[in-house]
Antibody, heavy 123, light 110 residues
Framework: EVQLVESGGGLVQPGRSLRLSCTGS????????MTWFRQGPGKGLEWLGF??????????EYVASVKGRFTISRDDAESIAYLQMNSLKTEDTAVYYC??????????????WGLGTTVTVSS | QSALTQPASVSGSPGQSITISCTGT?????????VSWYQQHPGKVPKLMIY???KRPSGVSNRFSGSKSGNTASLTISGLQAEDEADYYC??????????FGTGTKVTVL
């Protein structure tokens, strides 16, 4: 079964850092761009960034609002994508999802989503 | 990059058709054939319903269809059913090599 599982969420104080992990299974992880999203309480979906496959340089892109604070990386050998979040703010409180860009499967959309992990930023 | 504009809510009776609009700019919706739509039931994970403007993933009902004209994409749900009551989000790739979601639309089945 193709699936993604996020981990690493929790309660963190403002200004601190947190690293989220997204572990894939059931597919060749390295063939796919991986992306991160979040959804604040009662709010809509926000795209945070994605990381290209190694064939295309393995480089990331980010939404302007998190550029410089958030970093996406990947370890294809372990089938894991990471979201490193620094200088966290209360407004970063949200459910964080990872997703697969399904281009390699012929579906150019976010075709697989994890169940999400909750990050609460509070003192 | 501003969020794409969607109506806050759309409603319809069972069996009717409804259409949700998603308005962007020539730098996103109007630039590429890369608009996708997601359905999200309360407390659940978003689900891909339409990709590349109008294609349906395997397993998605053919009651869902997507289209686009200029800078506005649309999702049509025909034969509305109670299970279609959910939030719907559009998403587009942009010329900044990023993605942007729409503001979201709550669909209510009367």
């Amino acid at each position: 079964e193709v699936q993604l599982v996020e981990s690493g969420g929790g309660l963190v104080q403002p200004g601190r850092s947190l690293r989220l992990s997204c572990t894939g299974s059931g597919f060749t992880f390295g063939d796919y761009e991986m992306t991160w999203f979040r959804q604040g309480p009662g709010k809509g979906l926000e795209w945070l960034g994605f990381i290209r496959t190694k064939i295309y340089g393995g480089t990331p892109e980010y939404v302007a609002s998190v550029k410089g604070r958030f970093t996406i990386s990947r370890d294809d050998a372990e089938s894991i994508a990471y979201l490193q979040m620094n200088s966290l703010k209360t407004e970063d409180t949200a459910v964080y999802y990872c997703g697969r860009v399904g281009k390699a499967a012929g579906v150019d959309g976010f075709d697989i989503w994890g169940l999400g992990t909750t990050v609460t930023v509070s003192s | 990059q501003s969020a794409l504009t969607q109506p806050a809510s759309v409603s319809g009776s069972p069996g009717q058709s409804i259409t949700i609009s998603c308005t962007g700019t020539s730098s996103d919706v109007g630039r590429y054939s890369l608009v996708s739509w997601y359905q999200q039931h309360p407390g659940k994970v978003p689900k891909l319903m339409i990709y590349e403007d109008s294609k349906r993933p395997s397993g998605v009902s053919n009651r869902f269809s997507g289209s686009k004209s200029g800078n506005t994409a649309s999702l049509t749900i025909s034969g509305l059913q109670a299970e279609d009551e959910a939030d719907y989000y559009c998403c587009s790739f942009t010329t900044s090599t990023t993605y942007v979601f729409g503001t979201g639309t709550k669909v209510t089945v009367l």
